[in-house]
């Protein structure tokens, strides 16, 4: 068990809608990423959060927003949902953004649109 | 652009046999180099991680791997591989801000 723990498991929703996916780090960590899963584009960074404050920006489309809130836990935001949205989505966690802090990841949250 | 190739889709390798999986990398930097395993239905845990020092780095489950600079190469070994190893492994570099690149992944068969 890494201690990021992510919500729902599975979300299976139409196109054009949103949904939202959650995020809890690891205790003690301040730093999320999220990163995209999918068969066609493999393991894609999407963004990450320090402390609150977003820190870098990876392949992440503008119909998707994230944030972190104070409690650290984090939300990514998927809107105008199509076909190809569907993907495993992870959330990571590490202590902090340096290179040598190993990131955490979970289980993911597999989401499917029909 | 910092990029990552891992050669072999798939790998089957008998049980108790050994096992070299492949891994090259293109960065301008230093590299810190990581390789993950990713169980079916789970998330990503790190095998071994290379930042500097000894080139060759000791992980968990018996994993180790080698950094050789002029071949760009980071490959993976185990030198006996149990049933329990089938999966998927991914090789991925650091570019920053832990930016991870990662590779497409290679997927571990393990035949009795």
């Known amino acids: 068990d890494s201690g990021v723990t992510q919500t729902p498991k599975h979300l299976i929703t139409a196109t054009g809608q949103r949904v939202t996916l959650r995020c809890s780090p690891r205790s003690g960590d301040l730093s999320v990423y999220w990163y995209q899963q999918s068969l066609d584009q493999g393991l894609q960074f999407l963004i990450q959060y320090y402390n609150g404050e977003e820190r870098a920006k990876g392949n992440i489309l503008e119909r998707f927003s994230a944030q972190q809130f104070p409690d650290l836990h984090s939300e990514l935001n998927l809107s105008s949902l199509e076909l190809g949205d569907s993907a495993l989505y992870f959330c990571?966690?590490?202590?902090?953004?340096?290179?040598?802090?190993?990131?955490?990841f979970g289980n993911g949250t597999r989401l499917t649109v029909t | 652009a910092q990029s990552v190739t891992q050669p072999d889709i798939h790998i089957t390798v008998s049980e108790g046999a050994s096992l070299e999986l492949r891994c090259n990398y293109s960065?301008?930097?230093?590299?810190?180099l990581f390789w993950y395993v990713q169980s079916p239905g789970q998330g990503l845990q790190l095998l071994l991680k290379?930042?500097?020092?000894?080139?060759l780095v000791q992980g968990i489950k018996g994993f180790e791997a080698e950094f050789k600079r002029s071949q760009s190469s980071f490959n993976l070994r185990k030198p006996s591989v149990h049933w329990s190893d089938a999966a998927e492994y991914f090789c991925?570099?650091?570019?920053?801000?832990?930016?991870?690149?990662f590779g497409t992944g290679t997927r571990l068969l393990v035949s009795p």
């Open positions: 290379y930042f500097s020092g000894d080139t």
């Open positions: 991925a570099v650091g570019t920053g801000f832990q930016k991870l690149v």
């Open positions: 990571a966690s590490s202590v902090d953004y340096s290179n040598g802090s190993p990131l955490h």
């Open positions: 960065y301008g930097a230093t590299p810190y």
